[in-house]
Nanobody, 125 residues
Framework: QVQLVESGGGLVQAEGSLRLSCAASGRTLSNYAMGWFRQAPGKEREFVAAISWSGSITYYADSVKGRFTISRANAKNTMYLQMNSLKPEDTAVYYC??????????????????WGQGTQVTVSS
């Protein structure tokens, strides 16, 4: 079993930055595809970014491309999401997820087996 815990959320002004972390325990994530999703009030959970098992391949939603950077440190069993130039529309609960069945890029939330509890990101205008 894998436990994922997000941290680093908070309140920030527009154009500010935050760095989210996703720490895993229970099993090494070095062979898992991983990703970040977000869910705003009244909306479905949506894909934000994904990273392959080695970290060599990344993929982003168009809405965050050029502003967010996903990375991972397998030796620390941790994944990150650096968020720059934040906008009010980025306000949401952010979730990290792990897929033990795949090594590459996974963008569909239904494919992920493990989820964190989420961390709130609020961007004020």
């Amino acid at each position: 079993q894998v436990q994922l815990v997000e941290s680093g959320g908070g309140l920030v002004q527009a154009e500010g930055s935050l760095r989210l972390s996703c720490a895993a325990s229970g099993r090494t994530l070095s062979n898992y595809a991983m990703g970040w999703f977000r869910q705003a009030p009244g909306k479905e959970r949506e894909f934000v970014a994904a990273i392959s098992w080695s970290g060599s391949i990344t993929y982003y939603a168009d809405s965050v491309k050029g502003r967010f950077t996903i990375s991972r440190a397998n030796a620390k069993n941790t994944m990150y999401l650096q968020m720059n130039s934040l906008k009010p529309e980025d306000t949401a609960v952010y979730y990290c997820a792990a897929d033990p069945q795949r090594f590459g890029i996974v963008t569909q939330k239904e494919e992920y087996d493990y989820w964190g509890q989420g961390t709130q990101v609020t961007v004020s205008s």
